[in-house]
């Protein structure tokens, strides 16, 4: 099998719902899809969700790399040698996780097409589904309320509460979340990188009664040694995300012992190979692992959901992105059903590519 083409084009959609984090307010998203064609009639795609904050791209510079990078790189090789491939582009690529995550993605897709397979069998095949959070944004007390209930009668069973601006808000919201939803219920918290330790503690001590399950990122990613003051302060589990980008994060995180639990997102760590030697080292440090997600199409979702379903330590999922993007070209590539997150039936990542954008593009 022989690479014959591959093209990249931006799609932005519209969050049926915008939210706001510590750092900033999100309405829309852009992905990047990247569509490598072979000469099998096989087209594997993927996509790519930068983050200018969190992996430093945009649409734009992840177009750029996907034109002046990969493609030449790409051309007339065997997709099925995806390692070799992979660490070509990877001495190039190293600054665009998101571009790399989405040619990694393209490149399982067509192993899947082409032993006809879902890739989390291919991979493992550990389990068949998992259960997903939900995220609420910043909301008032009253709003943050309401979502909840919202969720909760939609099947969700696990809410994850976004935080860092306020941490008075924070402590009541969190409660009121509580009180509103029952014991039953599970409940994060995502700091975002929004506190100091004394705040990080602050919040710990006074949500107590509500039996957080984890917080997540309570302070900001550069300071390593702030995080581990807080793991080693707290009696809730502790989880790095903005703080894990690469292989060489995670070893420190472990080896200091700077936290409890990791959130491996592709789009951050450059895709599905990279988040498996990243999951070893969790797994060697007895660290718990979740895998996360940016605003992705249901495609980013699903490359997500194949990982964590093929590996015994990721425990936890928060792959939630793609609900309510409007004009999503990749909508279901996953199905969620009573808050658990279940993969397409077709092989691959799940998508079909007869999907009416991808057969007028692959006709330009």
């Known amino acids: 099998m022989k690479i014959t083409r591959i093209e990249a084009f931006p799609v932005t959609m519209r969050l049926g719902e915008p939210y706001t984090i510590a750092y900033q307010r999100i309405e829309t998203t852009t992905n990047v899809f990247v569509l490598i064609h072979t000469n099998k009639d096989i087209i594997g795609i993927g996509c790519a969700a930068p983050d200018e904050d969190v992996t430093g791209e945009t649409d734009e510079s992840v177009l750029k790399t996907i034109s002046e990078i990969a493609i030449p790189i790409l051309q007339r090789t065997d997709p099925l040698r995806s390692i070799l491939i992979l660490e070509k582009l990877k001495k ?6 998101s571009a790399l995550a989405a040619v990694d993605m393209a490149l399982y897709d067509i192993l899947g097409k082409a032993s006809q397979l879902p ?7 550990f389990r068949s589904r998992i259960k997903t959070s939900v995220t609420i944004g910043i909301l008032p007390e009253n709003e943050t309320v309401e979502r909840a209930r919202d969720w909760i009668s939609k099947g969700f069973r696990c809410l994850k509460l976004k935080g860092g601006l306020d941490v008075e808000s924070d402590i009541v919201r969190t409660i009121k979340v509580r009180e509103a939803v029952g014991k039953a219920i599970e409940l ?5 990188q929004g506190y100091t330790l004394e705040t990080a503690l602050r919040f710990v001590r006074e949500t107590k009664s509500v039996r957080i399950e984890l917080i997540e990122q309570p302070t900001p990613s550069g300071q390593s040694d702030l ?14 995300d903005e703080s894990l980008l690469t292989l060489r994060d995670a070893f420190r995180l ?4 700077l936290v409890d639990m990791v959130n491996i997102k ?5 895709g599905i190979s990279e988040a498996q030697h990243i999951n070893s080292v969790a797994r060697a440090a007895q660290l718990e692992v979740m895998v996360g997600c940016m605003d ?8 997500g959901l ?6 015994s330590n990721v425990v936890y999922a928060d792959l939630d992105g793609h609900i309510g993007l409007e004009g999503d070209p990749t909508a279901g590539a996953v199905r969620i059903k009573d808050g658990n997150l279940y993969p397409g039936a077709l092989p691959g990542l799940g998508v079909s590519q007869e999907a009416d954008l991808f057969k007028s593009v692959a006709l330009r």
């Open 119 to 125: 890739v989390w069998k291919i991979l493992g095949g």
């Open 188 to 192: 994060r918290f995502d700091a975002n």
């Open 92 to 97: 190039h690529m190293g600054n665009s996780p």
């Open 227 to 240: 995080l581990g003051r807080v793991t080693h302060s707290v009696p809730i589990p502790v989880m790095a």
């Open 306 to 311: 194949h990982f964590a379903l093929s590996r």
């Open 254 to 257: 472990a080896r200091r012992n």
């Open 266 to 270: 592709l789009m951050k760590v450059g």
């Open 296 to 303: 992705e199409a249901a495609l980013g979702i699903a490359a």
